[in-house]
């Protein structure tokens, strides 16, 4: 609950308070790739380390820039249509290669990233090379006539609607997640990641479960890229690549693989932490990447690790 | 005819005010302090592989900008400024290149050069209509400076412009026939790639290979080449060529017996292709702009002197690069109105013109790009043709983009 | 373009070419792999260094070629060692999943490129040929000597690290710290010892791999990450932690590559997508790749 207040009332007005409009989009996009890093924890959760959401999130991206700009769907529905075409997508591909493990898995969803650059770069329905450009803002949300969200484009403050979206997305998928993962199917989830063949034996039909994991982080990937795109009103080959399936790795590393929050907070540490650098010129990659390994040697198990956030132990 | 008589206005009442100050400082002879800051921006990739073009973007800036500083500031309309550059490292990603523009809106700042490739400059458009800032990409999509886009000014020739040039000038000069083009698996050099081949098929060239490509991480071009090595095509035109690649597959490419002409439309670097090709790169032709000491001015002379100084070592590819703040700060000059009025700034775009003080010659600055896209929004710069000779540039022709 | 332009002699001698300097790069990559369990993202990074010595040494200074390898190893070794004993070791002692070493490797990853951009700019670095003149074998097989003579000494270093690893004392320890690390521990290995040990070597390996390529094709400082990529995929394709597997693996990409980018010309953009999509199929049929254990 206080965290609720925080998001959507707190830091609005943190930021009115002191001028920093430029923290909208920096904590949007925070929102947007904790989602997507989200999904990526939720693969470790099962024992896979997941290189490849960059994948996802480059074709969730352009399933909603095709649907909007050639479509004319409206962008809303593009967000859980995206979800769903990389769910699917990942449903086929993760098929054959959730069979792998450890570095072979993480190798192959490294490929994977670079695949779907190369994919799109020469798909002519993502139109190749030039990227799809001058997307619309999204439009109105109506439902039986009623406006549920206005049209961004008469929106005064568009960086603060994106916002509130992203954030709301954010909170959405992460309550999702600390239900699952104190659910039936996390503590398979765990079992899966302690012991394969053990959980096997117990009667858990852990191929299902595996990619029933897989979709659905997928699924994370897909909608965080939608929404990108719609903020950058234009999707390139290059908008997802290999260096974001990594940093959403690292991410989730920072955070901590065993706490659900882990991510949210590995996001808001890597992303905001490379932002404050900012004034540090061109020491800024030396100071950061500096940071990053003393973390490592303080802290190896990630920031959640430390046991300042109790209230979350408690919980489990 | 208001916006002349003001800047006239404004630059006499300035001058009177300096001789003022000449005059009440008289007694005091370091007065360094009290100049105002004008901060420009730079949103560009200055790590990783690609690192080259912005970081040779961002020190021509700060060179240009020390000179100034130097020599006391910039006037403009009444008060004079020292020029301060904030630069923000994209890491060639959109999305920090929007949190970068966000950057500068958020320093207040108006004027932003870069980013340096296609997709940043696409996705940092939404923000900068948002926040009236006027950005200077080094990219070529059209659709970036046709309306209704109108903050967006073409850095530097597109090799839409030059390419035609350059091929018409090799098939008039040195009998070019046939032609094969080679582009990296990238965004930026396929596009150019694409309107290369238009280009030469429209000057009645015979394209004889045009979907030989490379990934950007390739270290042995030779298994890249042969295909096109085989075909002996009288020109062979690297497309968007990385200053880090363009030595290796000239290299390659002469080493496995190729012999016809090579040709990019990108700025290179005299230094990086001695080192990686040596006598090999004797004669490849690339773009640049006030690059060799035949038509640089005594300013351009310093100029590199102050970024030698400043970073060790000088970059050919910021003699294209060192317009653009020239640019930024000319226009405010021209308008001082402009310089926290974006709308001001475009509606001098239009008439502007000031002397080229890094060229030979007459050449003047001023806004074009009515003929690629409708409206001004191209810097107007000099499209010099250079030829590497032993580790130097010279000058084949000279030409200018409308 | 129709076939009968392409001679495939000329390809198959580029694909071993490319196989050998590739296999070299491979293998360091694979030793820390097989000892420690570490993906090493920094084995890019690594390489660039050992080039950039080389580049002074050789290029700068005007030292023999010989000279300047042997500073790229020598260099690369300590390097490794250190990164090693203070940073790996205490992080894997501490972590609860092993995995969480691929962050440490990423972080230094990034530390090594923001050294390297500081110290050595942002320019493309080359050397002078260390041979002129090529070899033409009747316009069919067409190599510069240069090459051959890299190629000699990639190969010789291969050979040279394969004869260590099986006959001496410290390669014997370090097989049996591969097989089984706790075994060999029993067995009496000094485990910390010769994880240091197998680190430096990795890392020489590295840093001899960049000197000597960079006679060929030169160094930049962003080329790092790229290199390790394509070293994992070698890497992969072998079979992970195994050496002879790592020496196929960078032969079989080098001549999918030669043999791909000719036979496929015709289609150009998707050379490189039908690699790596066979590269995906491959490993789903056969995860462990050529002759790796399906560890992992």
């Known amino acids: 609950m206080i965290f609720f207040i925080g998001v959507f009332v707190l830091v609005p007005w943190l930021i009115e308070m002191s001028g920093r409009w430029d923290y909208y989009y920096t904590l949007t996009s925070v929102a947007l790739l904790s989602i997507a890093s989200a999904g990526v924890w939720l693969t470790f959760y099962i024992g896979r380390i997941n290189i490849g959401q960059g994948a996802y999130a480059l074709a969730g991206g352009y399933l909603s820039a095709v649907l909007v700009t050639q479509y004319e769907v409206s962008f809303w529905l593009t967000i859980p249509l995206a979800g769903l075409f990389c769910a699917v997508l990942s449903m086929l591909i993760g098929l054959p290669i959730l069979r792998l493990k450890g570095v072979y898995f993480a190798m192959i969803t490294l490929v994977l990233t670079e695949v779907a650059k190369l994919t799109a770069l020469a798909l002519p329905i993502t139109n190749g090379a030039k990227g799809i450009v001058s997307i619309p803002l999204p439009g109105e949300l109506s439902v039986f006539g009623m406006t549920i969200i206005p049209d961004f484009s008469t929106l005064e403050n568009v960086k603060l609607a994106f916002y509130y979206l992203a954030v709301t997305l954010m909170v959405i998928c992460f309550a999702g997640m600390y239900r699952l993962v104190n659910s039936r199917m996390g503590h398979l989830c765990r079992s899966l990641q302690q012991n394969e063949e053990l959980a096997s034996s117990i009667g858990v039909n852990i191929t299902t479960l595996r990619i029933t994991a897989y979709a659905i982080s997928s699924f994370l990937g897909g909608v965080g890229g939608s929404i990108f795109v719609a903020i950058s009103q234009s999707i390139y080959p290059t908008s997802f690549q290999v260096a974001d399936s990594i940093n959403f790795m690292l991410n989730v590393f920072v955070g901590g693989l065993g706490y659900v929050f882990g991510p949210m907070l590995g996001t808001v540490v890597i992303y905001f932490g490379w932002d404050l650098l900012f004034q540090t010129g061109k020491f800024q990659l030396l100071i950061y990447s500096s940071i990053l390994i003393l973390l490592m040697l303080t802290v190896p198990n990630g920031l959640l690790s430390l046991r300042l956030f109790k209230w979350n132990k408690e919980k489990k | 005819m208001f916006v002349n008589s003001f800047s006239k206005y404004a630059g006499l009442k300035a001058s009177l005010m300096t001789a003022a100050l000449a005059l009440t400082s008289v007694h005091s002879p370091i007065t360094l302090a009290a100049n105002e800051v004008l901060k420009i921006g730079f949103v560009g990739v200055t790590s990783g592989p690609a690192a080259s073009w912005g970081i040779s973007n ?71 209509e948002q926040n009236d800032i006027i950005y200077f990409p080094y990219a070529f999509p059209k659709s970036l400076y046709q309306k209704p886009a109108s903050n967006a000014v073409l850095g530097m020739v597109a090799n839409y412009q030059s390419g035609p040039a350059i091929y018409k000038f090799l098939k008039d000069n040195n009998g070019v026939n046939t032609v094969a083009f080679i ?44 295909p096109i090595v085989k075909l002996q095509p009288d020109l062979l035109v690297l497309s968007g060529v990385a200053p880090a690649n363009a030595p290796q597959i000239i290299r390659s490419a002469r080493e496995l017996g190729f012999k016809g002409l090579i040709s990019t439309e990108t700025g290179q670097d005299a ?81 502007f013109s000031a002397p080229n003080q890094y060229l030979k010659g007459d050449q003047v600055l001023r806004y074009v790009g009515m003929s690629s896209f409708g409206q001004r929004r191209q810097l107007s710069i000099p499209l010099v043709v250079n030829v590497y000779n032993e580790g130097k540039f010279e000058t084949l022709f000279i030409a200018e983009v409308d | 373009m129709s076939s009968e332009n392409i001679v495939m002699e000329q390809v198959l001698v580029n694909g071993l070419y490319l196989g050998m300097q590739y296999a070299l790069i491979a293998l360091g990559l694979t030793l820390i792999f097989a000892l420690m369990n570490v993906l090493n993202f920094a084995h890019g990074q690594l390489y660039v260094v050992g080039g950039f010595i080389t580049y002074i040494i050789y290029g700068k200074l005007g030292l023999p070629f010989f000279v300047a390898i042997v500073a790229s190893g020598v260099t690369l070794g300590l390097v490794g060692a250190v990164i090693e ?112 040990i197998g680190f430096a070597l990795g890392a020489m390996l590295a840093g001899v791999a960049g000197g000597l390529l960079v006679s060929i094709v030169g160094v930049n400082s962003g080329i790092g990450g790229p290199v390790s990529i394509k070293a994992f995929m070698m890497v992969m394709i072998g079979g992970a932690g195994v050496i002879s597997g790592a020496i196929a693996g960078g032969f079989i990409l080098g001549m999918l590559e030669s043999i791909g980018l000719t036979v496929l010309v015709a289609y150009g953009d998707l050379t490189y997508l039908v690699i790596f999509v066979s590269l995906m199929i491959f490993l789903s049929i056969r995860p462990q790749g050529l002759m790796g254990k399906p560890w992992g």
Request: a negative charge.
């Open chain 2, 183 to 226: 582009a990296a698996n990238e965004s930026d050099p396929l596009t150019q790639r694409e309107s290369g081949v238009a280009a030469a098929e429209a000057l009645g060239l015979k394209v004889v290979s045009k979907t030989v490509t490379y990934q950007v991480d390739t270290t042995d071009f030779s298994p890249v080449i042969i």
């Open chain 2, 58 to 128: 961002q020190r021509s800036m700060e060179a240009g900008a020390a000179i100034i500083n130097d020599n006391g500031g910039v006037k403009i309309g009444s008060v004079t400024y020292d020029l301060e550059i904030v630069s923000f490292d994209d890491q060639k990603d959109p999305k920090r290149a929007i949190a970068g523009m966000e950057k500068m809106a958020q320093e207040n700042i108006h004027y932003v050069v870069g980013p340096n490739v296609d997709d940043g400059a696409a996705a940092v458009r939404p923000v900068a």
């Open chain 2, 271 to 351: 230094q990086v292709l001695q080192e990686g090709a040596g006598s090999l790169a004797n004669g490849f032709i690339s773009v640049g702009g006030a690059s060799t000491p035949t038509i640089r001015t005594k300013n351009m002379e310093a100029f590199i002197a102050r970024y030698t100084e400043m970073f060790g070592e000088y970059n050919d590819e910021s003699n294209t690069k060192v317009y653009a703040l020239e640019y930024i700060v000319e226009t405010l000059k021209a308008n001082p109105a402009a310089i926290n009025n974006v709308d001001e700034f475009k509606k001098t775009m239009d008439t």
């Open chain 3, 85 to 196: 004993k203070f940073l790996f070791r205490p992080v894997i002692r501490k972590s609860v999943r092993e995995e969480s070493t691929m962050l440490l490797a990423a972080a230094i990853a990034f530390f090594l490129d923001a050294i390297i951009l500081l110290l050595f700019g942002e320019k493309q670095r080359g050397v002078p040929k260390i041979l002129d003149g090529v070899m033409n074998l009747d316009f069919v097989v067409i190599m510069p000597y240069d090459r051959i003579l890299i190629a000699a000494l990639a190969g010789s270093a291969v050979v040279t690290f394969i004869l260590f690893m099986q006959y001496s004392k410290p390669g014997r320890a370090m097989r049996a710290l591969a097989q089984d690390r706790i075994a060999a521990q029993l067995m009496g290995v000094n485990v910390d010892r010769y994880s240091m």
